[in-house]
Structure formats: structure tokens, C-alpha cells
């Protein structure tokens, strides 16, 4: 079976991606017919397959891990780049709903600056892929005004960072109004556009704001980081009731993956166990997971078994995986691209100290991005990000 | 003001037997055309007429609901003082007819939004005085389940959609309502009202470029009561024609406080929006009490220009004069209406003192919606709850 295969270094771009070696994960078959995360008692998991309904007509394959399915053919299923696999799932999503429409900055015409828009336009027309002017608090605050009605608007951020001047809209309307009104309003608008640190693009345009948007009360988070997972999450995003925040990487949209061709959804509240493990717990999102991978490369070689999942949910916590994580290993790190202060990872070791203090041997270690703007010279950038080498010894002290 | 009538009344014979009931001649929908005080002030468009079609039932009606709203906002302010409402509570009299007038104007699938002056508009929308008072005094009978509070009242199925803290920020969410009406093709008109103060809000005119670009039935209504808070108009706006801010977007100057002229211009904006895509009114209003109730309202502005105010455009008083002199009421019937109103009122604040305060579950419930059938309290939930569709 093939094993991962990364570029050499992190500054290059990952253009190829295979799948997780399925043999390490047997014992996540059980896994595979759950569809959400069941109680704490670990025997819940095993009924759960037959008491599953599906809400959709479709047929919704829950799997949570991108993986050869070891007893189905693998000539099914279609290779395609992220940012095709998100334009995928959009496009199904709005052949399946017609109240889907998409909002943004050059998303019609010009296809979307990340081309995860491209063709809508000329499929569905000018009323469902709209070319918005440079207005981020108004067209957001139209997309909520228009989710209150019952549309389901996707509302696109040219970069994270633009939806700054949304906060607004996103924190005050988006997130309270279902609250404040009683329960009358749903607001099921999905907000997503590329953040992070991208190739040298500046302070402004290579922002981490996950953390800004953790404490808004109504939404929830959710970080792609593999095109499976981000067209599950983009369709579940879109179907759900709630506002869901979608955060993209740049420096992803090139990942290549096989897909399958089945209609499929990823739990929105659900983390991925990427690589399974005994001695540390490695708790990860969106493009550090492939610095950490990177990292358990070396580690393997040095002879630790890291067990490394891709936490997805950033808002909830996925707590019931990661506290079974913690449970098994004893050892948390936590490797983030936000802030250090006040971010996801911030937030995680308090969660996991609150509830897991007392299955840990050594204290929870997060490594986050530096707290400073994004440097424009290549060296600097890549100091202000986590960088495999980083992860390497961190581990190591901490399984000492 | 000059009064003219279309048709003579013939049912003077009516009055007499009707003198026990209230309503004597609210089945009377016998036409009757008012002329409105002023002149109606256009920009970049044809201004409609001064003639207003009504009938004896409607300016009845006009009379008992803006009575209704003076009272409901009055008991309000006791309310507040005796600190049964806490927290900020904005007042909405002098400015009735504006409420009135829209409703008149408008159906209940056209949609209005609001700042945080809510409390007349929900009414005029089909919300009761119960809901009302409940959800003021934070109980679970009110129209949020009390979790909104003065500035959140919403009635979603008569298209109210509030109710809004931050002014300015709902300009943009009715123009995106005005978009989804458009993406339906329902035919129907939002109505997004703001204050002379959020009018200087930058949303505003980003939402108002979208709207003029897609051709979205948005209304945007100023109701220019001529104090943002404390802020006279003219020391916070450079330019205080309201409605000619729209640039190339149509307005009309309406006198806000003249009801019937508000009917007009909300009846002339809905067939604009429809057909030709959004325009500005300015509602020329005042409000009697300050901004909220710890204003109190005379350090920005003298006693005499409240009272006169309320001595020469109260809207209610030109009702009232209105339908005195088409012999519609005499003053004792108008009198014992209002004596109604007043029992009507305080039965409702009764009703809504006994009501229970909302259960500490509720702290938890609406934060998200049920999506796939999990329940979380938290970033950190202690235990994930699945209850399958």
C-alpha cells in the first residue's frame, strides 16, 4: 500500500496526496458506519450503525476519514484538486436546493479569485452567483436579511481577512438573531473564503482569524484541509440550519485527491483521526496538518508513535474523539496556524485541562503561529508559522 | 386644513341608534378624501397627489391604534420607572403615524425592519399588547420568549424582522430581504427604516448602491425625527435632505406626522419599488419622549419646542379633528374609547405580571438550531448528545 508521500519542505506547494496507509486504520472500521459522535460509553459506538436513519432522500455515506475503502472497488471515484472538489460540492448543493445562491466578490463572471466559483455563474445565472461590489458589511448583512427569509445564501470572502469589515453583521446579526428573536429566524448562511499564510502575500492578505470569531455565540467553525473533507464540509455546511463558518487555506487549493463519486457529507461537529497512535496525541486543522504529517515522518523514524487527528470541528470542539484521544496516549500537542494568544489552540488547552486534567502526564503544549503580522520576506514567513522541525522537538520533550 | 368630500354622507341616521355601541359606524366604508397638511417634496421623481383616499372605517382605525400605541408607550415609561423594565426601553410617541400609515399602505407580506423603535411597529404588524409587555418585562410569554428585550421584537409570520441594536446594520439585512422577494418573485415591497442619526451610516449606502444596481424592491425610510440621541441633525449631517442623499436614487419628503400623507407616500413607494427598483423616503417626525428613558429628553432641546410640537402636529390630535369634523364621533364617544384603550392596556400589563419568568433551560436553547440532531452548551461540551432525525 502506498504510504504518504509529501513534497520536500514545507514551502512547497503539496501537489499530490495519497491517502492515509489503510492498514493503520482497521481498527477504524467500527468507526465507519457512524455517523455522529455517540455518548462517552465507548459500547454506544458499535450499536449506532443500526439505528441510523437518513434524513435525505440520498443516501448519506458517513465516513469521517478519507481512506480506501478496503472491500469497494477503487476504480470508483474521480481525482480532482480542493478548490474543484469545494466548486463541486457548491454546484451539487445548488442543483439540489434552489434557495443555494452564492454572494461575493467576483465570484460570477471573473469565476472566483480561487476559482472555487468558476462555471456557476453560466450554469445558474446572474440571480444565484452574484458579483457583489466591494462591500463586505453590506452584502453580508444582505445574505443574513435574505437567510431570514428562508434562502441559503454562501457568502464568499475574497480573503478572510476582508470579512473584518463584516464583524458586524457576522458577530451581532448572524450569530444572535436566532436567539434574540426566539427561535422565529434561522440564519443558514455559510460564510467561507481562503485565510492563513499564503506564499509571501503580505501582512493584510495572510491573516489568521479563527480566533477573532470563536467567542460569537450561534455560529459554528469549521476548517477543510484534504478535498474530501472539504466538499463534505461545504455541503454539510449548506444544508445545516446553522451559520456556519468555512475556513479555506490558500495554500491548499492545489491538494489532489480521489473523491468518491457518491453523494457524501461530513459531520460538521465530527474531528478525523489521521493517523492513529499510542504515545502523543497531535491535535491539528487545516494546513499544519501537513506540517505535522511531515514531522511524524521523522518521528516514526525516531521511533514515536504520534496519533495525529485533524480536529475539523474548530467551534465546537470535537471533545468526545480528542478526550478519547487524551485517554489512550496521555499527552497532548496542539499545532495551530492561529495566534497564540486568544486562539483555537488557546481555547483547546483550556477545554482539554477543564475535563481531561486527570489523564495527563505532562502539561497540554500548543504551538500556534507567532503574534506578530505576516512578514513579507519568504525567511521571516515561514518563522512565523509552525514549521515541522518545530513539531519534531516538541514532541520529544514532551514523551521524554 | 382644507377638507374636501368626495360623496355626502347619507347615514346621518345611523348616530343615534349606534349610541351604546363604540364602533357605530365602523362598517361605514362610505370614501372619503383627505388633502394632506403639506406638499409632498420630490427628488428625481414626480411627486404623487395631496389627495388621499380613506373611508370612516380606516380613520376610526387610525384613531383607536395610534391611541392604542400613546397608551401602550406612555404605560411603558410607568413601567420603566417603577423598574419592571430594565435595561433600555426606546419611546415611540409623536412618531405613530408613521407606524400607521405604512400599515396602511402595505400587506402583510410585504416586510418592514427596524432600528430599535420597535415596540408600535410590531404592534401595527399584528403583535398583541401581551407580547408586548411580556417580552419588555423579560418573560416567557413575550414575542422573543423574553431572550430579546425592547430592542428585539420580531413577528416572523406577519414579515417583521425587527428589532435591531446596531443602527445602520439593518439597512443591509432589508435590502437583502428586498433581494430574497425579488429571487421569489413575490411581488412584495420591504420597507427598512432608520433614524436621522444611522442615516450617516457608510452600510447604508453600500446597501443602497446594491439595491439601485440589482433592482431590489427596497424602500429605505427615514423617520428624520431630528435628534440622533442627543445630536441635533444638523451638527451630525453636512447635508440634511434625507431623502435626496440617495444621489440617483429617487426620494420623497413626507410630514410624518400627518398619517394619511404617510399612506400615500408608502402606497406611491411600494408600486415605485416594484416596478422601478428602490427609492428614499424621509418621514419628517418628532418623538416627545428623549431617546430612551434615561434621557430625559430637554438637555438638547427646549420644553416650549416639545410642547409646541405636540400643540400644532400631533398626529393623533389631527385624527381626532379629522373625524369631529366628519361628524364621525362626538368628542364623549372619542373620550370613552380612549377610557377603553386605557382598561385595555392595564388588563394586558396585569396579564403579563403573572406570567412566569423564562425556565434557566431556556439560557441554553435557540443558541444553535437543532441541525443534525446534536445539542451542545458550549465550546467545551462535556457530553455530545445524539438524538437522531
Known sequence: MSSIIHGAGAATALSTFNPVDSKKLTNLSVRSQRYIVAGSEASKKKSFGSALTVRHSQKLIPNAVATKEADTSTSTGHELLLFEALQEGLEEEMDRDANVCVMGEDVGHYGGSYKVTKGLADKFGDLRVLDTPICENAFTGMAIGAAMTGLRPVIEGMNMGFLLLAFNQISNNCGMLHYTSGGQFTIPVVIRGPGGVGRQLGAEHSQRLESYFQSIPGIQMVACSTPYNAKGLMKAAIRSENPVILFEHVLLYNLKEKIPDEDYICNLEEAEMVRPGEHITILTYSRMRYHVMQAAKTLVNKGYDPEVIDIRSLKPFDLHTIGNSVKKTHRVLIVEECMRTGGIGASLTAAINENFHDYLDAPVMCLSSQDVPTPYAGTLEEWTVVQPAQIVTAVEQLCQ | ?389
Not at chain 2, 347615514?11 to 372619503?32: E, H, K, L, M
Request: charged letters at 25%.
Open chain 2, 1 to 389: 386644513m382644507a377638507l374636501s368630500r368626495l360623496s355626502s354622507r347619507s347615514n346621518g341616521i345611523a348616530r343615534p341608534f349606534s349610541a351604546a355601541f363604540n364602533r357605530f359606524i365602523s362598517t361605514d366604508t362610505t370614501p372619503i378624501t383627505i388633502e394632506t397638511s403639506l406638499p409632498f417634496t420630490a427628488h428625481l421623481c414626480d411627486p404623487p397627489s395631496r389627495s388621499v383616499e380613506s373611508s370612516s372605517q380606516e380613520l376610526l382605525d387610525f384613531f383607536r391604534t395610534m391611541a392604542l400605541m400613546r397608551r401602550m408607550e406612555i404605560a411603558a415609561d410607568s413601567l420603566y420607572k417603577a423598574k419592571l423594565i430594565r435595561g433600555f426601553c426606546h419611546l415611540y410617541d409623536g412618531q405613530e403615524a408613521v407606524a400607521i400609515g405604512m400599515e396602511a399602505a402595505i400587506t402583510k407580506k410585504d416586510a418592514i425592519i427596524t432600528a430599535y423603535r420597535d415596540h408600535c411597529i410590531f404592534l401595527g404588524r399584528g403583535g398583541s399588547l401581551h407580547e408586548v409587555f411580556s417580552e419588555l418585562m423579560g418573560r416567557q410569554a413575550g414575542c422573543s420568549k423574553g431572550k430579546g428585550g425592547s430592542m428585539h421584537f420580531y413577528k416572523k409570520d406577519s414579515s417583521f424582522y425587527g428589532g435591531h441594536g446596531i443602527v445602520g446594520a439593518q439597512v443591509p439585512l432589508g435590502c437583502g430581504i428586498a433581494f430574497a422577494q425579488k429571487y421569489n418573485k413575490e411581488e412584495a415591497v420591504t420597507f427598512a427604516l432608520y433614524g436621522d442619526g444611522a442615516a450617516n451610516q457608510g452600510q447604508l449606502f453600500e446597501a443602497l448602491n446594491i439595491s439601485a444596481l440589482w433592482d431590489l424592491p427596497a424602500i429605505l425610510v427615514c423617520e428624520n425625527n431630528h435628534y440622533g440621541m442627543g445630536t441635533a441633525e444638523w451638527r451630525a449631517a453636512k447635508s440634511p435632505s434625507y431623502y435626496k442623499r440617495g444621489d440617483y436614487v429617487p426620494g420623497l419628503k413626507v410630514d410624518g406626522m400627518d398619517a394619511f400623507a404617510v399612506k400615500q407616500a408608502c402606497k406611491f413607494a411600494k408600486d415605485h419599488a416594484l416596478e422601478k427598483g428602490p427609492i428614499i423616503l424621509e418621514m419628517d417626525t418628532y418623538r416627545y419622549h428623549g431617546h430612551s428613558m434615561s434621557d430625559p429628553g430637554s438637555t438638547y432641546r427646549t420644553r416650549d419646542e416639545i410642547s409646541g410640537v405636540r400643540q400644532e402636529r400631533d398626529p393623533i390630535e389631527r385624527i381626532k379633528k379629522l373625524v369631529l369634523s366628519h361628524d364621525l364621533a362626538t368628542e364623549k364617544e372619542l373620550k370613552d374609547m380612549e377610557k377603553e384603550i386605557r382598561k385595555e392596556v392595564d388588563d394586558a400589563i396585569a396579564k403579563a405580571k403573572d406570567c412566569p419568568m423564562p425556565e434557566p433551560s431556556e439560557l441554553f436553547t435557540n443558541v444553535y438550531v437543532k441541525g443534525f440532531g446534536t445539542e451542545s452548551f458550549g465550546p467545551d461540551r462535556k457530553e455530545v448528545k445524539a438524538a437522531l432525525p
